[in-house]
């Protein structure tokens, strides 16, 4: 048996549900933590609150012509929930490292640049080396609209004490890189990978931002964006650690181990201890240990 499962923009459900009404003989049900449910024998169509749109049964193929939906499955070989309408994936990096800065990424997809995505064998940055990142992110620029957020270990610090809250300067970086996208392209929705309650990044956005559908995931980087994303956002840290590491003569390890501590202690050695936060995150529990 062929099902389809497909995240659409909520704005569309009225339009899915009246052609289905209009081409089918079918019953609407009542369908807890969704809009709606419409049955008859050949098919089981279900529109999710969450902006998921499922069809079950012998009839989903054909349903799914008559509505103009791809044909393609959720799952794709690689392990990727398709979402076939353009949409913008946004992800961070740096978030768990001590030392360099926090780097928020956002990338445009449509169905032709989610196919290339696909080809170019684009996946969650974590799985990746750095050499492959890096090839990958130039690709990615050439290719779409994107924006990165890149926030300095100094400037961090400030927002984290403004905000007093990691998920809310997480949300704010998020939603300023959806802004800056919609700025270029026209757009009704955004996924991100999962890091708080689904308001933050809703209440974080402006104008353009609140009259898109925003959804946010557990293992977000399922989705081909919101992976292209995270390799940007990982390509840019890379970049800028890189960089700290020439400018101050020193290593600086990814991550937060025992290599950290020596490294800290190094910079206080050839800097002061009143310069660390120019180079990591002073809300870790690492800084005060060093200190």
């Known amino acids: 048996m062929y099902n389809f499962s497909d995240t659409i923009p909520t ?13 089918f003989e079918a019953k609407i049900n009542p369908k807890k933590y969704a809009f709606w449910e419409i049955r008859n024998s050949d098919f089981t169509a279900t529109f999710y609150n969450s902006s998921k749109f499922v069809i079950q049964g012998r009839g989903t193929k054909k349903l799914m012509a008559a509505l103009g939906l791809s044909l393609e ?15 913008i994936g946004t992800d961070e990096s740096g978030k768990g490292d001590f030392f360099g800065p926090l780097v928020i990424a956002g990338v445009y997809v449509n169905d032709e640049i989610r196919k290339y995505f696909h080809n ?7 799985t990746l080396k750095d050499h492959r990142i890096k090839r990958l992110a ?5 290719s779409t609209c994107f924006s990165v957020v890149s926030i300095s270990n100094k400037k961090y610090n400030e927002l984290y004490n403004r905000f007093n809250n990691l998920n809310r300067l ?3 970086g998020h939603a300023t890189v959806i802004e800056n996208i919609l700025e270029k392209t026209a757009c009704e929705m955004a996924v991100s990978d999962k890091f708080g309650s689904d308001g933050l990044i809703i209440n974080a956005l402006k104008t353009r ?3 898109i559908t925003l959804e946010q995931r557990v293992r977000g980087e399922s989705d081909i964006a919101v992976a ?4 940007l956002a990982r390509a840019t840290f890379i970049k800028k650690l890189e960089d700290m590491q020439n400018f101050y003569g020193l290593e600086f390890s990814k991550g937060c181990n025992q290599s950290v501590i020596a490294q800290a202690n ?13 180079v990591c995150k002073t809300h870790f529990k690492t800084f005060n240990e060093i200190l």
């Open 138 to 142: 130039l690709e990615i620029q050439k």
């Open 228 to 231: 292209a994303a995270s390799v």
């Open 170 to 172: 997480l949300a704010w």
């Open 266 to 278: 190094a910079f206080i050695k050839k800097y002061g201890k009143n310069r660390l936060n120019e």
């Open 73 to 87: 499955t959720a799952n794709n070989p690689d392990g990727y929930e398709i979402i076939t309408v353009p949409h």
């Open 209 to 211: 931002g609140q009259k």
């Open 11 to 23: 704005n569309r459900q009225e339009e899915l549900k009246n052609k289905i009404l209009q081409n």
């Open 120 to 126: 170019l064998l684009i996946k969650d940055s974590k």
